[in-house]
């Protein structure tokens, strides 16, 4: 059989080259494509491609060290990232390649297991192989696995494909095997008396067809084959054709084999496409024994048909038909016969494409004649699915090697390589082809064909893609953002063998290109995919049609806390949190949706994720899953069996996205990696125990740490010495003293046991150490995060009686000016000492790093701070920040001495000291009325003059913050653009920010917290012309009318904002207020106007002691109250509340918000975080056992365990008049959850009541730091 010829290089798809080649001048056309990409904007992330690897086995060659490839090949499925292959991230599902080959005939003695009354499932049967000790240094693909499930016992079988001669297979259609596996009712598992349903390994894969998807079933399909010799175990008799080829079905998420949509093929198929709203498969078919065992039959093209038949879901059906295109047959579109396709060869080039929908047609090519067959071009064929029929063909010049169909809007496209005359040879060109569409009036498919060869449409520069080297039949699309994606071979000059690479394409204007490489320059590309790949399947795992939004991915990657109590797992978009689409009519697209699975309580992590994926995690009810919002789940893990770099994956058909109006999502697919927390921060040792003793105690230095991971590995190291640092040292600095080498040896062995015990604590005798000498060591703690910090001991043993003392926590504490601190003193008497000897302790401030005023701390100024007690307690709003660093810095020392006359000798004190770090806080800012309704016309009062420095508070009520104030305004969506004309407003002198803000100044004040003691007199915007006849009331303030004349707003007085509303239009503004402090710190609030026509109420929420709280506890009730301050009416009316989550927007899209930034002049402006109404699903005011509210009450409270820990809130109040309802709304957040997991320790536990004990409470965790005890 001649193959068919290409202009340069080959189709052939060979393990070893794959590749359709240009030319060998790579680098100068690479370096441009670089350029482009780099110099071009992003494409959207709505492109979810997915590959089906054939990855080889690598094994170590002894000879050489290096690792070469081998059978069998190593199928994987996983997600393609746009930022290419990361060698050290691995998601990918092993998919099996086990196929149904027939039944045959063998006795019950390779039976491996048998169940009573059990029906066993092929998969399982082929795990139960790959355990078996005898089978275990065996590769899979030579196993032979049997199912024989008798009714009355399901039997696994084992054997091995050398024994396969030992087998009698069944005629096709014989009928003996009749029993039905597991899950499904296909008689492919066995028959009486001893017939059994025989599974194996694919031999091949049929590189006509790169398969096709079921987006539907999760299903891909191949075409495979067995080579004859290993069904036969011998070669097959002449005229027998030597291989078998069959459909090959895989579930791409599990990976398990789908043996009930798997058949026997009858001949070849070539070009396998899925149709996706006709759940079918299609494919050019020839018979197998043309050209390979049979020279005088001619070729013959058919439309096959396959169609998958699930009306019995437990009895899925494949029904194939044929029917005959008239390639080879004279026809009008081919008036000279002498050009028809010959039926003397075979002529399919590979390429092939698809249009669902109401075009249902399939599109492929055929060398085009030529009297010399190097000549040789393509003709590209439309036929009608089911029966064939020519609907448009049509010659190009080249051969194509990739088709592309957009079957939401019937674009056609090409590539391959061209003939260009301008370039002076040939180059891969991908163009435009047509469009193919159902025409109402005539009521059939047209095609629209624009390929014209003098004024061809190049969707990609051929300067950029020309020296691409392409995987023939390689490609996918994504139909609802006009996008494809070309496969091909990157080259480097370190990778001559180059890796498989995607460079996707826009087939619309621009025209960009997005390179799903990791790299910037071409040296240091690795690729899609690993360099030793040789080959992959490419499809579209999310198609568009007709499910048009798409599912939720995983944020990658999903991510441990810092205590690796809980792994925290984001999605990009909203979700159901569990909640199930079901489709009702069977047309595979959902009716409604099932709340019974959302879950808003800890629930059984199986419900979200793969069954192997929560053996890692833990199982329930040890391991918990927690939605903290529609798009973030937590992990609350028992025992930590999953470590950094592990995956776990979704469940099948158990999450899905928002749906928006009529779009539904298909479900979430894939797995993540479980990666470091982030922030990533380094363990914090705590130590305790004194680091001086004296003559008579004993060694005990304890240590704790923080941010450890809950796994802390610890070591104890011995400092050698070095010049000028002695260890140890001699602290009397006696003449010709000698340290003891057995002591220093002794030391360092405790050092040793501590660190091979992984001891938190060392202790030696007295003895050990020599008087009056130092001893210097380090402990270092390396956390579960595989991150290390030291702390270093100057460990000092005196030559006289003293008490000891040390002070508990970490050496560094950190603090808000708004926290109190405690801080406890643990001294210890001297063991030499008289038992009656009593200790005395004094807190002394030994050192300020910066201090606003120049001068440090004195306990002085502060005589309710007691300074005499082993206890030092300091009020909050004592210690200060700085504006000068990060934090202001307050070394605190404890002294400890016996309480007696000679307590005051120096070198009898004992002294700890702690550092003391205190940071500024952030500021908040606060609205005298929040989110409400508004009537046009209305005044619009935006009031934040009581927004708080946290540091700073006001001396008393009424206090406006002495910050600047700015203020925008977005309008409704979907436009958000902003309100006021910023260019009108600056030139007409008014402070008006390029991203739109209104500046309102804070006026001259003096302050002692500038470096000079002074801040700068700025210019006040003259304030509103008011009518001091009228006034009125809102948030419970009283305002003179303002008087606008030309302005869009004007300012009240500082931090209050008054705008006009007459040129505003129905819809729901956004206004963002920002407060400034002089040195630089910001707080932001976002609040929502909705402006309707009628004239509603004004209303206005309080929280009751909402100052008294940055977060509200969850544990405690929350007491809201409302106030109508419109004019009153006898109208009758009646409350009702809704609640508001601050969580993922549903209408939010990440896709068009990426492709919107390839336009500048149209930005995405629908919020990616919004307010999520949860009334009815998650919160009903009526529900006694969360709230107190009544339909004749403005009031509301919120019982505690009401709501959920962490979270931001918004509570609505309507106002239900007889014509209309307003509204007004108040925010707030809930606080962590209460502090868990720890405990109370005593030590000693035993004793008498005049021993010292020391109390801890380690390993609390709380949902806020730092903990208070």
């Known amino acids: 059989m001649p193959a068919p010829r290409h202009e340069r290089g080959t189709a052939e798809m060979s393990p070893a080259s794959m590749c359709m080649r240009q030319t060998s001048a790579t680098m100068p056309v690479l370096r441009v494509l670089l350029f482009v990409l780099a110099g071009g904007l992003p494409l959207t992330g709505a492109f979810v491609i997915q590959s089906v690897e054939h990855r080889p086995t690598m094994i170590q060659n002894a000879a050489t060290g290096k690792a070469l490839p081998y059978a069998p090949i190593d199928l994987r499925q996983q997600r393609l990232s746009e930022t290419g292959n990361n060698p050290a991230v691995d998601t990918s599902v092993r998919l099996s390649r086990f196929q149904h080959v027939g039944c045959f005939r063998h006795p019950m003695s390779i039976t491996t297991s048998a169940l009573m009354g059990v029906y ?30 008798d009714p009355q016992q399901g039997r696994c079988g084992c054997a091995l494909k050398k024994d396969i001669g030992d087998f009698d297979e069944a005629e096709d259609g014989a009928g003996v095997c009749t029993y039905q596996c597991k899950a499904y009712l296909n008689p492919i598992c066995g028959g009486s008396p001893d017939y059994w349903g025989i599974f194996m390994e694919y031999d091949q894969n049929s590189m006509s067809a790169q398969g096709a998807y079921d987006p539907w079933r999760y299903v891909f399909y191949t075409v495979v084959s067995f080579k004859e010799k290993s069904i036969r175990g011998r070669y097959p008799p002449d005229g027998v054709v030597p291989e078998r080829y069959y459909l090959n079905a895989v579930d791409v998420d599990s990976g398990r084999s789908r043996f009930e ?42 439309l096959a048909v396959i169609l998958v038949n699930t009306t019995n879901k437990y009895r899925p059906y494949m029904q194939m038909s044929t029917a005959p295109i008239e390639l080879t047959e004279p026809r009008a579109a081919v008036p000279d016969a002498t050009q028809l396709v010959s039926p003397n060869y075979m002529a399919y080039s590979g390429a092939s494409a698809i249009f669902s929908k109401l075009t249902n047609c399939y599109v492929f090519t055929q060398a085009h004649y030529s009297a010399l067959k190097y000549q040789m071009k393509d003709r590209v064929y439309v036929v009608r699915i089911p029966d064939g029929f020519i609907i448009r063909e049509e010659p190009i010049d080249f051969k194509v090697t990739a088709l592309y169909s957009n079957q939401q809007f019937g674009d056609l496209s090409a590539i391959g390589p061209r003939l260009d005359v301008s370039f002076g040879g040939g180059r891969q060109s991908y163009v435009y082809l047509g469009r193919i569409y159902r025409s109402a009036v005539e009521s059939r498919t047209l095609v629209d064909w624009a390929w014209s060869p003098i004024n061809p449409q190049f969707l990609a520069d051929p300067d950029v893609i020309g020296n691409f080297h392409l995987y023939p039949g390689v490609a996918t699309s994504e139909h609802l953002f006009n996008r494809s994606a070309i496969a091909h071979r990157f080259k480097t000059a370190t990778n001559p063998w180059g890796a498989f690479t995607l ?57 441990f806390n810092m205590d690796a109590s809980a792994i925290i797992v984001n999605f990009d978009r909203s979700t159901l949190q569990g909640a199930r689409q079901i489709d009702i009519n069977g047309d595979f697209v959902p009716d409604e949706i099932d709340y019974t699975l959302q879950r808003q309580i800890p629930f059984d992590c199986g419900e979200l994720f793969a069954l192997p994926s929560t053996y890692k995690i833990g199982l329930w009810p040890d391991t918990t899953c927690l939605w903290k919002s529609n798009s973030q789940v937590r992990i609350n893990l028992g025992v930590v069996n999953i470590s950094v770099g592990d995956s776990i994956f979704i469940l099948p058909d158990a999450l899905y996205a928002v749906n928006v109006k009529d779009d539904w999502s298909p479900a979430a697919s894939g797995g993540v990696q479980i990666g470091l927390p982030d922030p990533l921060e380094y363990p914090v040792i705590i130590p305790s125990g004194s680091n001086k003793v004296d003559q008579c105690t004993p060694v005990r230095l304890d240590v704790d740490s923080l941010l450890d991971g809950s796994l802390a590995t610890w070591a104890w190291n011995w400092i050698e010495p070095a010049e000028g640092a002695p260890n140890p040292e001699d602290l009397a600095n006696r003449a010709g003293f000698q340290f003891d080498p057995a002591r220093v040896q002794t030391f360092k062995d405790y050092l040793l046991d501590a660190t091979a015990g992984n001891n938190k604590s060392l202790q030696m005798p007295s003895g050990v150490l020599q008087e009056a000498a130092r001893y210097r060591f380090q402990v270092s703690v390396t956390s579960r995060w595989n991150l290390t910090t030291n702390y270093t001991f100057d460990l000092q043993k005196l030559s006289f009686p003293a008490p000891t003392v040390y002070i508990e926590g970490p050496p560094v504490v950190w603090r808000n000016r708004t926290q109190s601190l405690s801080l406890v003193a643990m001294g210890a008497k001297s063991l030499c000492a008289p038992a009656d000897q009593a200790l005395a302790y004094r807190w002394l401030v030994t050192g300020q790093e910066y201090a606003k005023t120049g001068i440090p701390l004195d306990f002085g100024d502060y005589p309710d701070i007691l300074t005499v007690t082993n206890v030092l307690i300091v009020p909050e709003y004592v210690l200060e920040p700085t504006t000068e660093a990060e934090w202001n810095s307050y070394n605190f020392t404890v002294e400890c001495y016996v309480d007696s006359e000679f307590g005051n000798v120096p070198e009898k004190t004992a002294s700890a000291t702690v550092e003391i770090r ?70 007409a002198g008014l402070q008006v920010s390029n991203d739109g803000f209104v500046k309102l100044p804070r006026p001259a004040r003096r302050r002692l917290q500038a470096s000079d003691g002074f801040l700068s007199q700025e210019r006040q915007i003259s304030p509103c012309r008011k009518d001091v006849g009228s006034k009125f009331i809102d948030g419970g303030f009283q305002y003179y009318t303002p008087l606008f004349d030309d302005q869009d707003y004007c300012g009240d007085s500082r931090g209050v904002l008054m705008v006009q509303t007459l040129d505003f239009i129905v819809g729901r503004y956004k206004f963002t207020i920002r407060a400034s402090e002089y040195d630089g710190r910001k707080g932001e609030l976002d609040c929502y106007i909705e402006m309707v026509q009628q004239r509603v109420p004004r209303m206005v929420l309080k929280i009751l002691n909402l100052n008294n709280y940055l977060k509200f506890p969850v544990t405690e009730d929350i007491n809201i109250f409302g106030n109508e301050e419109s004019a009153p009416s006898a109208d009758a009316r009646t409350y009702t509340w809704n609640f508001f989550v601050y969580e993922s927007n549903p209408a939010y899209s990440p896709e068009l918000a990426k492709e919107a930034l390839n336009n500048a002049d149209n930005p995405y402006t629908v919020d990616e975080f919004i307010y999520v109404d949860k009334t009815g699903t998650q919160y009903t005011a009526t529900d006694n056992t969360k709230f107190k509210a009544s339909v004749g009450s403005p009031d509301l409270v919120i019982l505690k365990n009401a709501l959920q820990a962490s979270k931001r809130y918004k509570v609505r109040l309507n106002v239900n008049l007889a014509a209309v309802t307003g509204y007004a709304e108040v925010g707030f957040e809930t606080a962590g959850l209460a502090p868990r997991n720890g405990k109370l320790e005593v030590n000693p536990q035993v004793g008498g009541m005049e021993a010292d004990r020391v109390l801890s409470a380690p390993n609390w965790q709380g949902g806020d730091s730092p903990l208070s005890y």
């Not at 396998?272 to 005088?296: C, H, K, P, Q, W």
């Open 918 to 987: 205190i940071r500024q806080s952030p500021i908040i800012v606060q609205m005298s009325v929040y989110d409400r309704m508004l009537t046009i016309s209305d005044v619009l009062v935006l009031d934040a003059k009581s927004t708080m420095d946290p540091d700073y508070p006001p001396a008393s009520e009424g206090l406006t913050f002495p910050g600047t104030f700015e203020f925008r305004c977005l309008t409704p969506p979907p436009e958000r653009r902003p309100c006021w004309d910023a260019r009108r407003l600056q030139e």
């Open 503 to 559: 460079t996707e394409v826009g087939i619309r204007p621009p025209f960009l290109l997005n390179w799903w490489c990791n790299a910037s320059t071409a040296d240091s590309c690795q690729g899609t995919l690993d360099k030793n790949i040789p080959f992959s399947s490419i499809f579209n795992r999310e198609p568009g049609i007709p499910l048009s939004l798409k599912a939720p991915s995983f944020v990658i990657p999903a991510r």
């Open 120 to 149: 066993r499932d092929p998969n399982d049967c082929i795990e139960e192989c790959k355990a078996q000790e005898i089978y275990k240094n065996i590769p899979s693909n030579q196993f032979i696995v049997a199912v024989h499930n």
């Open 261 to 302: 949509f798997q058949m026997k093929l009858s001949g070849i198929l070539y070009g396998l496409e899925y149709d996706i709203d006709s759940t079918r498969l299609v494919a050019l078919f020839t018979n197998f024994l043309t050209g390979r065992m049979r020279t005088d039959l001619p070729w013959q093209y058919k």
